[in-house]
Structures are given as structure tokens and as C-alpha cells.
């Protein structure tokens, strides 16, 4: 079946990096874009970054710019977050989440990811 | 960035009970609009996209409404599994962003 399965989190300290992973499977998963989305505790989801199907695009929330970078490898049908220069306010449960709309177009988020703690904390 | 406001932020209902959620857009999206229902502990489900276009497998008692900056989701005859968080969001431009939420509680 479609699915999404995220690892990575845990708890670090304030400054340090993570990176994190979500393995897809049940679908082509070179013809999506693909999202990050987090959600802190007791808040609402917040939109995190985005990547083309390819890779060739990629747009980042104001809050992380400059310090995570969003990339996949097709080959692996896995998308990656990289998370550096982490704060307290990242503490948060992280999503991959898969676009309903294949290889160009606005798409909502279809399928998404169980999630993966990230907690930043000294 | 696109501001999204859902109202009310709280409703009591009780099952059999047509309930109407709000979503309104700083400015216009058009119709990329998109419902979600999120249960504790668990990712969001997609309920509705495109403002009105109802996700595979959701029950039809769930419909959105709505263009440019207005939008409602309506769940026709609440049932028991339908008690949980609600949120819209946008998707005609990045930022993406979400409303804050509608908590659907048992009166």
C-alpha cells in the first residue's frame, strides 16, 4: 500500500544538526513533489519545505531558510531533511507528506508519514 | 504569506447534528484549498481539495465550499468517528500555510 515512513528524530541540543528520512513505497515516487510539514505540541501543522519531483525545485518557510535543506534521491525512494543550527522552537513532530498532484501543479498533501519526534532542548 | 482564519475554534455538537466550519483567506486562493481532520497522536487525513473535491474514501457526508477567500467545510450528519481537529489550508502559492484549527467536541 502507499506509504510513508519517517526516522531520524530524537532529542539534541541547542546549535546541533539532524537529519531525517522518509522512505516511500506503494507509489512512483519520481513523479511527486514532495513536502515537509512539523507540528509543534498543542499547535497546528506548519509547512516546513517542498521539492519537485526531480529535485530541481525546492521552496523553504521563512522560520528554517538558511539552515535546513531539502533533498531526495529517487533511486532510494527517499526524502531527506537535513536540519542544522537547530533551536528550541524546532522542537516539533516532523512529517514527510506526498502531493496529490503528479509531477507539475498545485496539489494538496495526500499521503502522509506516521512523524518523528524532534525535540531541541539543553 | 497568506493568513488563514477558521472559525469558531471550538464547537460542541452532538451526533446527527450538520455542523459548518469556516475558513477564510487573507487574500484570494482561488480554489486551492484543502480540509484536513487530525485525530490525537496521528498525522492529518485529507478530506476535501480543491475547496470542494472530496478525497477517495472519505464519506460523502463531508463537503467544502467556497472560492476566492471563503471557505466552509460541512459534515452533513456528525458520527462518532468524526470527533476531532479540523484544519484548512492553502496551497496557491508558497508559504503554504494552515488556519489554526476547529476542536469538534461532544456536547
Known amino acids: 500500500q502507499v506509504q510513508l515512513v519517517e526516522s531520524g528524530g530524537g532529542v539534541v541540543q541547542p546549535g546541533t544538526s539532524l537529519r531525517l528520512s522518509c522512505v516511500a513505497s506503494?507509489?512512483?515516487?519520481?513523479?511527486?513533489?514532495m513536502h515537509w510539514v512539523r507540528q509543534a505540541p498543542g499547535k497546528g501543522p506548519e509547512w516546513v519545505a517542498v521539492i519537485s519531483y526531480d529535485g530541481s525545485n525546492k521552496y523553504y518557510a521563512d522560520s528554517v531558510k538558511g539552515r535546513f535543506t531539502i533533498s531526495r534521491d529517487n533511486s532510494k525512494n527517499t526524502l531527506y531533511l537535513q536540519m542544522n543550527n537547530l533551536r528550541a522552537e524546532d522542537t516539533a513532530v516532523y512529517y514527510c507528506a506526498k502531493r496529490n498532484v503528479q509531477l507539475v501543479g498545485r496539489g494538496a498533501f495526500d499521503i502522509w508519514g506516521q512523524g518523528t519526534m524532534v525535540t531541541v532542548s539543553s | 504569506d497568506i493568513q488563514m482564519t477558521q472559525s469558531p475554534s471550538t464547537l460542541s455538537a452532538s451526533v446527527g447534528d450538520r455542523v459548518t466550519i469556516t475558513c477564510r483567506a487573507s487574500?484570494?486562493?482561488?480554489?486551492?484549498l484543502a480540509w484536513y481532520q487530525q485525530k490525537p497522536g496521528k498525522a492529518p487525513k485529507l478530506l476535501i481539495y480543491k475547496a470542494s473535491s472530496l478525497e477517495s474514501g472519505v464519506p460523502s457526508r463531508f463537503s467544502g465550499s467556497g472560492s476566492e477567500t471563503e471557505f466552509t467545510l460541512t459534515i452533513s450528519s456528525l458520527q462518532p468517528d468524526d470527533f476531532a481537529t479540523y484544519y484548512c489550508q492553502h496551497y496557491n502559492n508558497y508559504p503554504y500555510t494552515f488556519g489554526q484549527g476547529t476542536k469538534l467536541e461532544i456536547k
Open positions: 506503494g507509489f512512483t515516487f519520481s513523479d511527486y513533489g
Open positions: 487574500q484570494s486562493i482561488v480554489g486551492w
